[in-house]
């Protein structure tokens, strides 16, 4: 059988991740990632191409023969790479892993989600959008909120245009900071603002190919970057999977309810879609509310959900691309994973780069996944603030955690800090 070339995009643990899984199937025959980072230089081969230069990557697939291009970040989909392709006589039978830039929208504009959501009867909070036209609509609606006040910039704000504000003198504010000040460029034009939800939250994943579907393992993220859940949000300091929380009960809600509603809710809307979706969900009081969806894995969610599937990552690419993903039975790894997420300090804020990482030896016991750091010569260095992911399996949280974190100890670069409370609220 003719073996597999895969081109990854992405350059952060969860393609660390991905690469690793995908360089364990037999039906691989070369891995690329562009542009990668120093882990994924040891499970494939780097390129250096910018992930929305879709000219470069269309020259680089065509001389390399690449079969199947996965797409790990959201900011190509939403900017079109899969239509890219499909549009490409030379490159339209190339299977991709991803949505088009329609299904992208449910990540690409929170007011299209809303708006998804609501047509589809999919739960979630009561909401309405403003635009800068509409402000004094806006600032009057706040009034018949309670607080907190939870305003979303429309567009994609690299994590950041999720406003969650105490009181309605702050929410007016930056309201009128978004709209009317463009406090996060184009991606604030629209507003969303939305009733806010009290409970704990979880990311549930699934694997689609628009009309069949594999429930993923699902995974808490810790998204605060002090001890407790306190301080600025980051990208996610680490991550739990299982979640305890979600028993059978609550996945069977989290199915039918969300996933199944949402492939249904694409498939009446004439929006194909192949690739991941990640459904983030607020547990309350027992019911899964659907707070935000991506259209891709989360990171670090990946770095936890990955190591428990034991099923070959490419056999499930290459299944979802060719229409039988029922054929593939799904195992997973009934233990615990947990991740830490190693970081530069002064991150999220300001932090340094170009520390050199050392601690490699020895990690038998755990998984390190490479998030931003890049190769210097004979060294590895640090090259964004989430540096080094550390995941370990065991059969309890608690010594998930404990191995995760004697393993991260062991990790060494200058100013280097991680949390050591993952998954204490679990146990
Ligand atoms: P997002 O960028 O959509 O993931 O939002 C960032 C974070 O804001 C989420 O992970 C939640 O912690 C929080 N959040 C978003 N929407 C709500 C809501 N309606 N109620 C409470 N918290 C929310
Ligand atoms: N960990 C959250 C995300 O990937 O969006």
């Known amino acids: 059988m003719k073996k597999t070339n895969v081109l990854l995009l992405g350059s952060g643990g969860r393609e660390h991740a991905i690469a690793w899984k995908l360089a364990q199937s037999p039906l691989l025959n070369r891995l690329f990632i562009a542009p990668g980072n ?84 999919i739960p979630t909070a009561a909401y309405q959008t403003f635009s800068a036209d509409t402000l004094s609509e806006g600032l009057a609606f706040l009034k018949t909120l309670n607080p907190p006040y939870v305003l979303k910039a429309d567009g994609l704000a690299a994590g950041k245009g999720v406003l969650i504000c105490k009181t309605i003198e702050e929410a007016r504010k930056e309201l009128t900071d978004m709209l009317a000040n ?43 970057i002090g001890e407790g859940d306190s301080g600025p949000n980051t990208g996610g300091m680490g991550s739990i999977s299982p979640v305890p929380f979600a028993d059978t009960e609550f996945k069977y809600k989290v199915e039918e309810r969300i996933i199944k509603p949402t492939i249904e809710g694409l498939k009446k809307d004439g929006i194909p879609y192949q690739g991941f979706l990640f459904f983030g969900i607020m547990n309350v009081k027992g019911n899964p509310i659907v707070i935000e969806y991506n259209v891709r894995l989360g990171d670090p969610e990946t770095e936890s959900i990955l190591p428990r599937i034991t099923t070959d990552l490419l056999e499930i690419f290459l299944a979802t691309a060719k229409g039988c993903l029922t054929d593939i039975k799904l195992e997973i790894n009934p233990q615990t994973a947990a991740c830490v997420m190693i970081v530069s300090g002064g991150y999220p804020g300001e932090y340094v780069k170009g520390k050199t990482v050392s601690g490699f030896e020895n990690m038998n016991k755990s998984l390190v996944f490479h998030a931003g750091t890049s190769i210097d010569g004979a060294d590895v260095i640090t090259s964004g603030g989430r540096v080094i992911a550390v995941t370990s399996l065991a059969d309890s949280i608690s010594s998930a955690v404990s191995q995760t974190l004697e393993s991260a100890s062991n990790i060494k670069f200058g100013n280097s800090y991680f949390r050591t409370d993952i998954g204490r609220d679990l146990m």
């Open 38 to 121: 120093a882990g994924t230089a040891s499970v494939g081969t780097n390129i250096p191409l910018g992930i929305i230069d879709f000219e470069s990557i269309k020259q680089f697939v065509l001389a390399n023969s690449v079969d199947l291009l996965v797409v790990g970040p959201e900011e190509p989909l939403v900017k079109g790479i899969h239509d890219f392709f499909l549009n490409d006589e030379l490159l339209k039978n190339i299977a991709v892993i991803g949505p088009q830039k329609a299904g992208a929208e449910l990540e690409g504009s929170k007011d299209f989600a809303k708006q998804f959501m609501i047509k589809h009867g």
């Open 182 to 224: 463009q406090k996060f460029g184009h991606a604030s034009a629209l507003v969303v603002i939305e009733e806010f939800l009290d409970g704990i939250e979880l990311s549930a994943f699934a694997i689609t190919n628009g009309k069949q579907y594999l429930v993923l393992p699902e995974a808490k993220d810790y998204k605060r």
